[in-house]
Antibody, heavy 119, light 107 residues
Framework: QPHLQESGPGLVKPSETLSLTCAVS??????????WGWIRQPPGKGLEWIGS???????YYNPSLESRVTISVDMSKNQFSLRVSSVTAADTAVYFC???????????WGQGTMVTVSS | DIQLTQSPSSVSASVGDRVTITCRAS??????LAWYQQKPGTAPRLLIY???SPQSGVPSRFSGSGSGTDFTLTISSLQPEDFATYYC?????????FGQGTKVEIK
């Protein structure tokens, strides 16, 4: 199975843009027709799916975030990225990248990265 | 959005106990349901997909059942490493959604 690793700033100011990258190792983004996605978890709370992308660039977003979210893929670096614009304190969360697998479950996850929105 | 309601929200149990967690969907999701285990400070781990198919490497004490709107995750004999929070997730219709979680605590 591939290994996923998130990276990006741990602190973002309100109204600015949150940017994270998920590096995929031990496997190719283009293999086996998998979708790749982002999921977040506010401190002490449950999980929220943000969106998913196919290596061809096809994307699906959660309507609750769609106006502020962009997910993109860089096949040359075998990684995909998340951008969330106009962040507020409500965007403070651990952000996970994950692989979407059978029956639309998520079978491989990154370790997660904490992002705090604060001035 | 499809709402998933888990019950109970928390359960206290002892090693060796049989534990059952339920997940109810707000509409028919056929068998598009997954279960995850999450320990503090770690990512969720996929246990069951397609309502009843175990993910590779998952101990046989974990099983899932159900279809339509009602689903269960059963741990047949609770082990010390099973104390964690469990989430269900539906993959029938986007946006994919998760239940609120069930915390399994030591009695």
């Amino acid at each position: 199975q591939p290994h996923l690793q998130e990276s990006g700033p741990g602190l973002v100011k309100p109204s600015e843009t949150l940017s994270l990258t998920c590096a995929v190792s031990g496997g190719s983004l283009t293999s086996s027709n998998y979708y790749w996605g982002w999921i977040r978890q506010p401190p002490g709370k449950g999980l929220e799916w943000i969106g998913s992308i196919f290596y061809s660039g096809i994307t699906y977003y959660n309507p609750s975030l769609e106006s502020r979210v962009t997910i993109s893929v860089d096949m040359s670096k075998n990684q995909f990225s998340l951008r969330v614009s106009s962040v507020t304190a409500a965007d403070t969360a651990v952000y996970f990248c994950a692989r979407r697998a059978a029956a639309d479950s998520f079978d491989v996850w990154g370790q997660g990265t904490m992002v705090t929105v604060s001035s | 959005d499809i709402q998933l309601t888990q019950s109970p929200s928390s359960v206290s149990a002892s090693v060796g106990d049989r534990v059952t967690i339920t997940c109810r969907a707000s509409q028919d999701i056929i068998t598009w349901l997954a279960w995850y285990q999450q320990k503090p400070g770690t990512a969720p781990r996929l246990l069951i997909y397609g309502a009843s198919s175990p993910q590779s490497g998952v101990p046989s004490r974990f099983s899932g059942s159900g279809s339509g709107t009602d689903f269960t995750l059963t741990i047949s004999s609770l082990q010390p490493e099973d104390f964690a929070t469990y989430y269900c997730q539906q993959g029938n219709r986007m946006p994919w959604t998760f239940g609120q979680g069930t915390k399994v605590e030591i009695k």
